[in-house]
């Protein structure tokens, strides 16, 4: 099939390259020219495992192109994906200008009928809406479908080719049939087709995100509580998980989520609703809760170091909003280097592929460290904030050896309190009893 992906981010440039290795021709599109020129080159502007060695090949094997020119780039083409950012715009509502301008383009360029089709996360009526405006200028029909992406970054590949479900919003059977026609070789038996209507496509997206981000400020909640009293978290996990209703996923405490798409997306359902006049009371509660725990870290350095804390070094491992990205977006590790700064504290940073990132926030203010051991050296205490692999099984002789106290704030509960106990660490983990 001749398809067309408009917006080189995150979703594009999985959606675009993905399909191409499926075996169809894949034009990518994208108004920014140096990134354009980079793709053709080879640069890939976002670290997603694999990503790279796909792109490579399926342009060098003619399947997978990019350009500026979006006429030229959705001509042949009988599907166009639009995968343009919605950012947080004023008042937490998504931000769709984007998705407007690339409508309007290519309303202007149509010569035959195609079937655009929504990715980028958007406010129900969205899809209704681009289908209005683009009425008023295109001389061709078209078609305008609901598609929404449940990837999640650092497994984008892997998601894309096995998704658990495919949700496509279309008003025609047709479309539907042409989406089903390109999904199919991604769906492996058991897994569901799922047609409905563009408005319960657009809902689809955002409830599934703010209930996976309830259940993270629900068990973070529960974390907190745990350790006022004394409990363990991960007893308490096993405790509820084997219920087959409750279940173990995403129910991880530890230090808040971050990321481009729960932060974002909580917000823009509390704004869905407050447009609406409706109370959004359970999603205020988790974006408020989630902000709170993003703190938590700090809250545990002061109480262990109390004034003391102004004048020691802090190592903090992790900076990623989660391992195997380098996205840096509402990362709680970047809440909690302000919150040392402010108080004076020095930081010492390793992230395996974040680092870059992070410099361009901070620049000297920090020390930035190639090796994990690197910013252990002469550091008061270890500050695990995101749970990279390479974290899971240390040296802890050399860590005690270059830390100047075997101290260690784990925000993703890696390792085992005995074990660290036994070692001679003083270990504080994400609720988990004294
Ligand atoms: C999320 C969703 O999981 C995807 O399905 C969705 O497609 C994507 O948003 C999107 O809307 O584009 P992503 O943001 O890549 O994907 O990351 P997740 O793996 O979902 O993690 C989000 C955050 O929650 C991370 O900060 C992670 O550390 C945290 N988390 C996750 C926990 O604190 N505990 C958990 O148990 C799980």
């Known amino acids: 099939m001749k398809i067309a992906v408009i917006g080189t981010g995150y979703v594009g440039l999985v959606q675009g390259t993905c399909l191409a290795e499926s075996g169809n021709d894949v034009v990518c599109i994208d108004k920014i020219a140096e990134k354009v020129e980079g793709l053709k080159r080879g640069k890939i502007p976002i670290y997603e495992p694999g990503l790279a060695e796909l792109v490579h090949r399926n342009t060098r094997d003619g399947r997978l192109s990019f350009t500026t020119s979006l006429a030229e780039g959705i001509r042949e083409a009988e599907i166009v994906f639009i995968a343009v950012g919605t950012p947080q715009g004023d008042h937490g509502g998504a931000d769709l200008s984007g998705v407007w301008a690339v409508g309007t383009q290519v309303a202007e360029v149509l010569e035959e009928p195609k079937i655009l089709v929504i990715k980028s996360t958007v406010p129900v009526g969205t899809n209704a809406e681009l289908a209005r405006r683009m009425k008023e200028i295109a001389r061709v029909p078209f078609d305008v479908a609901s598609n929404p992406e449940f990837l999640k970054e650092g497994a984008a590949i892997e998601d894309f080719n096995k998704p658990d479900r495919v949700v496509v919003g279309a008003r025609r059977e047709e479309v539907a049939d042409k989406l089903h026609e390109l999904y199919a070789p991604f769906l492996r038996t058991d897994r569901p087709f ?110 262990h170091f109390k004034d003391a804390l102004g004048s020691a070094t802090i190592a903090v491992w992790g900076l990623a909003f989660k391992p195997r990205t380098d996205d840096i977006r509402e990362a709680p590790a970047l809440v909690l280097i302000d919150a040392l700064l402010k108080e004076g504290a020095t930081v010492r940073v390793h992230d395996p592929e974040a680092i870059p990132n992070v410099k361009a926030i901070y620049g000297d203010k920090i020390a930035y460290c190639d090796r994990p051991y690197g910013a252990i050296e002469q550091a008061d205490a270890l500050v695990i904030a995101t749970e990279w692999n390479e974290f899971r099984n240390p040296d802890f002789e050399v860590m005690r050896r270059l830390l100047r106290q075997p101290v260690i704030f784990d925000g993703r509960n890696v390792y085992d309190p005995a074990r660290m106990a036994a070692l001679g660490f003083a270990y504080e983990g994400i609720g988990l009893p004294p």
């Open 194 to 303: 799922l047609v409905m209507s563009p408005e319960s496509a657009e809902m689809t997206k955002y409830v599934a995100n703010c209930l996976l981000a309830t259940k993270i400020s629900f068990i973070n909640e529960m974390a907190n509580l745990c350790e006022a009293y004394g409990a363990d978290i991960n007893e308490v996990r096993r405790g509820i998980g084997h219920d087959q209703r409750i279940g173990f996923h995403f129910l991880h405490p530890g230090v808040g989520y971050g990321g481009s798409c729960f932060p974002k997306d909580v917000r823009a359902a509390i704004h869905m609703a407050t447009s609406k006049g409706m109370p959004a009371r359970m999603m205020e509660s988790v974006d408020e809760v989630n902000e709170a725990q993003k703190h938590v870290l700090f809250g545990k350095l002061k109480a």
